[in-house]
C-alpha cells in the first residue's frame, strides 16, 4: 500500500514539475485542477454553429453573386458591368478571409486554401491555356492559375485601364477568355459547395464530438490550423514575403491582389480582424460572443510576465493593426521605399503575436505543434 502511495506522489510531482510555460516568472503555478472545468464541447459548438458554418456559408453566397456578375459582364461587355464584377470579386475574397483558416475537415480533404488563394497567379500559364484551350484546373500544378488570383489578372490584368480591358474582351479571344473566367469561378463554386455541405450535413456532428485533449482531437486540430495560418498565411504570406524578408529582397509583385493594387492591406486587416474575431469566440456577422481560445486562457488563469495572456495577444493583434493602418497600399510600401521601413515595422508587430499564440498559449492548453516552422524565424 506505501508503495503505490509513493508511486501517486512521484507521478503527482512529475505533472508538478511541467507546469505552464505561459506563467512569468515568479507567478504561482495554478492550483492542481485548475481550467478542468472548461468544457472543449461548448467552444467546438460556438466555432461551428456560430463561426465557421456562418463564414462559409456567406462566402458560398458571396460567389453565387460573383458568378450572377459575371453573366451579366459576358452577356453585355461593357465598363460598368466590369466594374460590378470587380465589386463582386472584392466583396467574395474580402469574405474569403474569413474561412481560409480552417483548413480542417473538408477543406483539408480538398485542399481548399491552395485551391482558392495561391498567389503569385502565373499569368503565363494563364494566357498559354486561353489560347490553347487546354487545361485542368483539377491538376495541383495549375493551382497558380486559378481561384481569386487568377481573377485578379483577368479582370484588373489584361490591360492598362477598364477601357483596354473591355476591349480585350470584346475582340477575337473573347470566347476563350469567358471560357477560362467561367471555369475559375465554378471551380471556387464547387470547391466551396462542397465544404460546406459536409460540414452541415454530418461533418459539424463528427468536429463537434471529438472533443477530447489529444493531437488528434477538434480542438488540438484547429488550433494548429489556426495559428499555422496566421503564421504561414497572414504573416508570411501577405506581408513577409513580399517585403523580403525571408529572401533578403523585396518581391512587390507576391502581394495579394498584385494587379488591383491598393486592396493587399484591406485584405491583410481583414483577415486580422477574423484571427482576432476567432480568438475571441466572435459569431461572424454579429455581435454575439461565446467559449473561445481567450475564455479557455482565463479559465486556465494564464499568464505571462505577471499580465492576463488573453488580454496580452488581443493587445498584440491591436498593436499590429494599429501600425499597418497607419500604412498606405502594401504594394506601394514595397515599390516606393528602399527599404519599405514603415511596413517592416508593422510586420515586426505582427511577428510579435506568433510566440504568444505558438509558445505561450498552447502550452497552457497542453496542445502541441504539429507542423514545422520553416522561415527560419
Not at 505561459?22 to 478542468?36: D, Y
Not at 503569385?120 to 485542368?136: A, M, R
Not at 508570411?236 to 513580399?242: D, E, F, L, N, Q
Request: hydrophobic share 40%; charged share 20%; net charge negative.
Amino acid at each position: 500500500m506505501m508503495k503505490k502511495f509513493f508511486g501517486i506522489i512521484c507521478i503527482l510531482a512529475i505533472i508538478g514539475a511541467c507546469s505552464d510555460d505561459s506563467i512569468g516568472e515568479g507567478e504561482p503555478n495554478p492550483s492542481p485542477g485548475e481550467g478542468e472545468m472548461f468544457e472543449r464541447s461548448s467552444m467546438l459548438v460556438n466555432w461551428a454553429d456560430n463561426i465557421i458554418i456562418p463564414s462559409y456559408t456567406e462566402f458560398s453566397s458571396d460567389l453565387a453573386t460573383l458568378k450572377a456578375s459575371l453573366e451579366a459582364y459576358q452577356s453585355d461587355v461593357n465598363e460598368t458591368n466590369l466594374i460590378e464584377l470587380r465589386s463582386s470579386w472584392i466583396a467574395a475574397y474580402t469574405t474569403w478571409q474569413h474561412v481560409a483558416m480552417f483548413e480542417i475537415g473538408p477543406a483539408e480533404s480538398v485542399g481548399y486554401q491552395l485551391n482558392m488563394n495561391i498567389y503569385p497567379t502565373d499569368s503565363e500559364k494563364i494566357e498559354s491555356f486561353i489560347i490553347n484551350d487546354n487545361y485542368d484546373l483539377s491538376l495541383s500544378s495549375n493551382r497558380d492559375a486559378k481561384g481569386f488570383p487568377a481573377l485578379d489578372y483577368l479582370i484588373n490584368g489584361l490591360g492598362e485601364n477598364d477601357a483596354a480591358i473591355v476591349t480585350r474582351y470584346n475582340g477575337t479571344e473573347k470566347e476563350p477568355l469567358f471560357a477560362y473566367l467561367n471555369s475559375v469561378v465554378d471551380d471556387m463554386v464547387n470547391l466551396t459547395d462542397s465544404v460546406l455541405s459536409e460540414w452541415t450535413g454530418g461533418y459539424r456532428d463528427t468536429f463537434v464530438a471529438n472533443d477530447g485533449a489529444s493531437a488528434t482531437a477538434s480542438v488540438d486540430r484547429l488550433v494548429n490550423d489556426y495559428i499555422f495560418y496566421f503564421e504561414k498565411y497572414l504573416r508570411a504570406g501577405k506581408m513577409g514575403i513580399p517585403l523580403g524578408v525571408f529572401s533578403g529582397s523585396p518581391l512587390p509583385q507576391n502581394v495579394e491582389a498584385y494587379y488591383k493594387g491598393d486592396i493587399s492591406k484591406t485584405l491583410f486587416l481583414e483577415g486580422l480582424n477574423a484571427v482576432q474575431n476567432f480568438f475571441n469566440g466572435k459569431s461572424f456577422g454579429t455581435n454575439g460572443n461565446g467559449e473561445s481560445l481567450a475564455t479557455y486562457l482565463d479559465e486556465l488563469n494564464s499568464v505571462k510576465n505577471g499580465e492576463d495572456l488573453a488580454l496580452l495577444i488581443n493587445k498584440q493583434f491591436d498593436l499590429a493593426r494599429e501600425a499597418v493602418l497607419g500604412l498606405s497600399t502594401f504594394r506601394g510600401e514595397i515599390e516606393n521605399n528602399n527599404p519599405p521601413t514603415d511596413m517592416l515595422l508593422a510586420y515586426d508587430e505582427v511577428q510579435k503575436a506568433v510566440p504568444l499564440l505558438k509558445v505561450d498559449m498552447v502550452s497552457a492548453m497542453s496542445i502541441s505543434i504539429d507542423f514545422v516552422d520553416a522561415d527560419g524565424d
